[in-house]
């Protein structure tokens, strides 16, 4: 087998066997996604996880491809989105793994990039200590972004380095080191068609940037929405911006929809170590406990000027934030 990554001397030692784990995968699945329909009918939904969440065919192939090429990798324990239990990969291996093995897979079928978003923990006493924790005790994390190339953007806690896969010869090359998030940017990303759920916050801050020039923020704004948290992550580390995935008053939705370990753990873990921020609206993600494997929560994150006014409209006094919104509302008169 060809090694699949080409520069081993920008992974640490005892993360290698891993990550060579991770990309062998990886660039299987860049393969399928690919293919398409001529690969077979991968977006085709096939059940519901442990919350309900449609899972497309393709999700139970990556995960189960994750969990085989990791159990000889140094994983001890082995956390997915797709499962309702830990599983225990390897009694002598030292890293707990957390994992999405698709990210977006509803967008496959229409040629949107996909993902796979990873986080890992030193191993604990038990499966569930390795993992309930605080977010802040990762040891790594990252994400491939299947599109028009194939990316794995990672840190170790010194930094982002991203890997590009070469079509010539199917290895992940070094593309580049330090990746840090633009401190200026006009771009957010949100979905408005939930704009009547949203909180009072929410709802003002967005009001000022579809204000524009003309509004309290005196500049024209662009609003992207891709509905794939690693597309969305992946244009935030290219061009900066802002993405907001808040709680709202919709039944299942009061906590958020992200899950905190598998999706917002290792994603504001990347975006602090390349000068963002990223935060549940109103405090830091990294400092959250994950008390479930399957927890959910508000998620923003990307420019940290952006993140911190965010946080600064919910930290308003109730009347200055209702007068806000009366004043800014995007439905007043």
Known sequence: MIEPVANPEAIPQRFRAFFNALCFVAEQLSLVIARGPLGGAIEVEVGTNEDGDRQKALDIIADEWFATALAGAGVRFYASEERNTIEELDSKGTLAVAI?????????GVNVSVG?????FETADTADASFLRP???????????????????????????????DPTDRTFRVAAR????????????????????????????????????????????????????????HRIFNRGGIFLYPSDARPGYESGRLRLLYECAPIAFLV????????????????RNIESLH????????????VDRVAA?????????SALFGTRGLFTA
């Open 272 to 287: 602090e170590q390349a000068g963002g921020k990223a935060t549940d609206g109103c405090g830091r993600i990294l400092d």
């Open 100 to 108: 999405d093995p698709l990210d977006g897979s509803s967008n496959i």
């Open 295 to 306: 927890q959910r929560t508000p998620f923003v994150f990307g420019t940290s000027d952006k």
């Open 178 to 233: 330090g990746l840090q998030i633009a401190p200026q940017a006009s771009e957010f990303a949100i979905n408005a068609s939930n704009y009547r759920h949203w909180s009072k916050p929410v709802r003002a801050y967005i009001d000022d940037c579809i204000a524009g020039e003309d509004g309290p923020r005196a500049k024209n704004f662009n609003m992207r929405w891709i509905a794939s948290l690693v597309a969305e992550t």
């Open 116 to 120: 796979s978003i990873f986080s890992v």
């Open 135 to 165: 977010c802040g005790e990762q040891i790594a994390a990252g994400y491939f972004v299947y599109g028009p190339n194939t990316s794995l953007l990672a840190t170790f806690g010194n930094g982002v380095v991203q890997f590009t896969l």
């Open 313 to 321: 409209y919910h930290d308003l006094p109730e009347q200055e934030v």
